[in-house]
């Protein structure tokens, strides 16, 4: 799976710059964005100013708050002169996208507080298609992006929207600005980077759509594995995701994270829940590890901070888990953790954990 999100956002201000540059002797700030208090030119300048801050975050490593630096336009600066800052602010998120290493992770306040390098090229990638519209709109322009830009952004920072046969009427339902049959209207959104968890030796990357479709393909997934990975009940689970979130069923917390050793960056299993907590506050949660990471505690280490974390939440009750009769080391790994042995059947040993 390559890291195209550089060469997305290079595409994504080119396409803005070429729909806008027709209109480039109008005045642009006596005209008002299309669905926005903003007016065209601010809107414009947003573009830019929000290119710059994502490069920012994620070359500097930002770890609490934005990089403390405001975009200023030099006075008398044209819209022509606006549109070379949209083009310079893309090449430079461009850039920290390509450069930024792949475990890199910067401040991004919504929802999780974090973005990795794809995230922010698909956070930059949405600002620039979704306003070019806005500003389109306005000024009376044609604009449609290449339907490989939006659906880049929807299978990385929409996973909870179902998506449909065409990825940009979808994205522009999905942030209130258009329609699509059967939907009821968008009046609040926000888009989901990845959930990121950390435990002592690991980390619990949630895997995003495209990812998923990857993976049960049998590509990385975008992660760099250790010998042997991913393992089959990886992709399985990753299929399995894959098929909820064409369903439209798919909730990014409770779907699969890929377990990433933070000593070397490599990927050394997955973990995650075989389906949303159900009416009771009931979820099943599976695992698995490549071979060579067995029997090291990584394991019981992953199952702990995903028990913790989902036990924490008001819509987690119990956990469960079915382990293979024969498999003894997996059993002595829930064990470990506090679940309790409830039920065997031909299928396995049932194991549960209560809050």
């Known amino acids: 799976m390559r890291n195209l999100g550089g060469e997305h956002v290079t595409d994504a201000v080119t396409g803005c710059v070429a729909a806008l540059r027709p209109a480039a002797e109008r005045d642009w700030t006596q005209v008002r964005a299309a669905g926005l208090e903003w007016s065209v030119h601010a809107t414009a300048v947003h573009i830019a100013d929000d290119l710059v801050a994502y490069a920012a975050n994620l070359a500097g490593g930002a770890q609490d708050a934005y ?21 310079t602010t893309g090449a430079l998120l461009s850039a920290a996208v390509r450069t930024a290493p792949r475990e890199a992770r910067a401040f991004h306040p919504y929802p999780f507080r974090s973005a990795n390098r794809e995230g922010f090229a698909a ?9 070019t519209h806005d500003i389109a709109q306005a000024l009376q322009l044609a604009y449609e992006p290449p339907s490989a830009l939006p659906e880049f952004v929807l299978t990385r920072i929409f996973p909870h929207v179902q998506p449909g046969p065409d990825h940009w009427r979808t994205l522009l339902w999905a942030t209130g600005r258009g329609e699509l049959p059967g939907r009821a209207p968008v009046t609040e959104w926000r888009w989901k980077n990845n959930l990121v968890l950390p435990a002592d030796r690991l980390t619990l990357q949630g895997i995003t759509p495209a990812a998923a479709r990857d993976l049960a393909a049998g590509g990385d997934g975008g992660f760099e594995w250790a010998e ?9 689970a990753a299929d399995f995701m894959s098929k909820a979130y064409e369903g439209g069923v798919h909730r990014p917390e409770f779907g699969v994270f890929a377990l990433v050793r933070r000593e070397d960056g490599h990927a050394i299993g997955g973990i995650g829940f075989h389906g949303v907590p159900d009416e009771e506050g009931m979820a099943e949660i599976g695992y698995d590890l490549v ?19 989902a036990l924490a939440r008001d819509d987690v009750r119990t956990l469960f888990a079915t382990i293979d ?11 470990r953790v506090g679940f309790s042995r409830v039920s065997e059947d031909e299928e396995g040993i049932a194991y549960r954990l209560t809050r």
Not at 123 to 129: H, I, P, Q, S
Request: aromatic content about 6%.
């Open 228 to 236: 042997g990975g991913p393992f089959e009940g990886t992709r399985e």
């Open 291 to 309: 071979e060579g990471a067995r029997g090291q505690g990584y394991a019981t280490e992953a199952l702990r901070a995903l028990s913790d974390w």
């Open 123 to 131: 956070m930059g990638v949405a600002e620039v298609l979704l306003h």
């Open 325 to 335: 009769r024969d498999n003894l080391p997996s059993q002595a790994v829930v064990r």
């Open 67 to 87: 990089v403390p630096f405001e975009l200023k336009l030099d006075e008398g600066t044209d819209n022509t002169g606006l549109l070379h800052v949209i083009e």
